[in-house]
């Protein structure tokens, strides 16, 4: 049996899934049921200091279902931060910790463009004994237009300034969340981690429009007959979100033939997430905890016991004895499609000689058919 714990910026976790932030992690209830189905942490849904600004609609959410089959592979969300007085979350915040002592409860947290709100709500949160902090710089609807989320991840300045406010006023681990909707994901991490951020998350969904009534000729989900483009997750992004991963991870920790930038800091990865495999293929590209939030609306929140049962196959078949064992194996095998070409050109050839019989490398050589050999390798012979 592998050792599934991860210590990951000081943080002990029994193992490394983490409730990505949303509805999974809403409320006390469902963050007591998370570690009770033991979750190796949770990020509470993303908080901010005034609620009243945050106004839901229904319905907010639009699934894709595989063609023929029940499936759901894709998953559309308009909803907003958390809708819930801060002085609530604040009292939730202190009972989860009381009843929970021993657990990693992580805080999202979003505020407008203004040092005293980061710093007033970090500090505020960071009273109620919350272990971490998670920035959201990356909910795509809705706050942007107010300056948050999505519009502040895009701003790699603005975000290199809001993380050095943060880690000003806290000395927790801190964990930039980045928006996908960017071009090069790379350079506003780098900005975050420029201004002290401990780690990166990624990815936040990706902005989308799911799709237009045939009947009512109404974009989806239609709210008093209109839309608004929302948040795509669920399986159908996880190859975006491997890909954004691995490129995270090369700039952070190096490939093997580069040296890592960041080196030191903490990566976590997010996006379809739904089983243990899925997590080893994350940590495989560098991630050290893996976080999920769809994949608990569809499975709930005994999908923890399961995918700690895979990956543990997973390691068993491979012989890793824990995380670390093969965390970022797989960066080194990501090369330049140039030198795709030039290996298979290389290995053609060599299949080439080799079915003409002729000894490409000297651990070839045979005794019994040594002068044979040799002569295969003449070229100017009209023996
Ligand atoms: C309904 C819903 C609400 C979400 N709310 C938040 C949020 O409040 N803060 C945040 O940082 N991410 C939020 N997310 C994004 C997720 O944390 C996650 O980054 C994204 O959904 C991709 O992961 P997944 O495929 O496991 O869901 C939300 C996602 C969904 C589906």
Same mark, same amino acid.
């Given at each position: ?62 699934? %894709? ?44 947290? %979003?505020?407008?463009?203004?040092? +005293? ?134 700039? %952070? ?10 080196? +030191? ?31 608990? %609306? ?86």
């Amino acid at each position: 049996m592998a050792d599934l714990s991860v210590v990951v910026d000081g943080l002990k976790m029994p193992n490394p899934f983490v409730i990505g932030s949303g509805p999974p992690g809403t409320n006390a209830n469902v963050i007591g049921k998370a570690f009770d189905e033991n979750w190796g942490a949770v990020i509470c849904k993303t908080v901010s200091l005034d609620a009243s600004k945050v106004v839901n609609v229904a319905p907010r959410y639009a699934r %894709m279902r595989a063609t023929g089959t029940k499936e759901v592979i894709g998953w559309q969300n308009i909803e907003l931060i958390s809708d819930r007085d801060f002085s609530v979350w604040e009292d939730e915040f202190k009972k989860i910790k009381d009843k929970y002592p021993d657990r990693v409860l992580i805080a999202s947290v %979003m505020e407008e463009c203004n040092k +005293d709100a980061w710093v007033e709500l970090v500090q505020r949160c960071q009273a109620c004994g919350v272990d971490a902090f998670e920035l959201n710089f990356s909910c795509p609807h809705g706050m942007p237009e107010r300056k948050m989320g999505a519009a502040m991840g895009q701003d790699p300045e603005l975000l290199e300034e809001v993380c050095s406010w943060v880690k000003g006023a806290t000395p927790l681990p801190v964990w930039a969340k980045m928006t996908p909707n960017i071009t090069h994901i790379v350079d506003p991490a780098r900005a975050a981690l420029k201004g002290g951020a401990t780690g990166i998350a990624a990815i936040n969904t990706i902005l989308s429009v799911m799709g237009v009534n045939l009947d009512s000729l109404r974009p989806e989900p239609t709210v008093e007959g209109y839309s608004v483009p929302g948040g795509y997750s669920c399986k159908a992004v996880r190859p975006i979100a491997l890909r954004m991963v691995m490129e995270l991870a090369t700039m %952070m920790y190096g490939d093997g033939t580069t040296d890592g930038e960041y080196k +030191d800091r903490s990566l976590s990865a997010i996006g379809g997430v739904e089983s243990g495999e899925d997590a080893a293929q994350f940590i495989l590209l560098g991630a050290s905890t893996v976080q999920v939030c769809t994949g608990v %609306m569809i499975h709930g929140y005994k999908l923890a016991g399961r995918m700690c049962d895979e990956l543990n196959a997973f390691m068993d078949k491979h012989g890793f004895a824990n995380i670390e064992d093969f965390r970022g194996h797989s960066l080194q095998y990501f090369t330049s499609h140039a030198d795709l070409v030039r290996r298979q050109i290389e290995a053609k050839a060599a299949k080439k000689a080799e079915k003409a019989g002729m000894v490409t490398k000297d651990t070839a050589w045979e005794g019994d058919k040594f002068v044979e050999q040799s002569n295969k390798l003449v070229s100017n012979d009209d023996d």
